[in-house]
Nanobody
């Protein structure tokens, strides 16, 4: 599975961005798509997850109510709509795909639970 992330950029605090992640290849093997982010000097952290069917989404507490994950089945693309952005949202954002149907949601918050990663797209939020 190949993942191509895009949509990052510079935005003022309070603004919005929409990230995209186009998947290709053996996408039938994917169970869920995740979004992670990594700020300078920090570890990569979970942001959101959406099931490959697109019918369930889960979020980190830090973005709940501001970010929305969605999927376009026809385009094999997942999106992360980010609203009310804050300077602390500044990071490189990565999309990832997991082939495993983990029994608990917590497993999907860990980077090791994902098999494929996109290249990352930089989001910078100015104050």
């Amino acid at each position: 599975v190949q993942l191509q992330a895009s949509g990052g950029g510079l935005v003022q605090a309070g603004g919005s961005l929409r990230l995209s992640c186009a998947a290709s290849g053996r996408t039938f093997s994917v169970s869920s798509m995740g979004w992670f982010r990594q700020a300078p000097g920090e570890e990569r952290e979970f942001v959101a997850r959406i099931t490959w069917s697109g019918n369930r989404a889960y979020y980190a507490d830090s973005v709940k109510g501001r970010f929305t994950a969605s999927r376009d089945n026809a385009k094999n693309t997942v999106y992360l709509e980010m609203n009310s952005l804050k300077p602390e949202d500044t990071a490189v954002y990565y999309c990832a795909a997991s082939r495993t149907y983990w029994s608990d949601s917590y497993s999907y918050t860990m980077t090791g639970s994902y098999d494929y990663w996109g290249q990352g797209t930089l989001v910078t939020v100015s104050s």
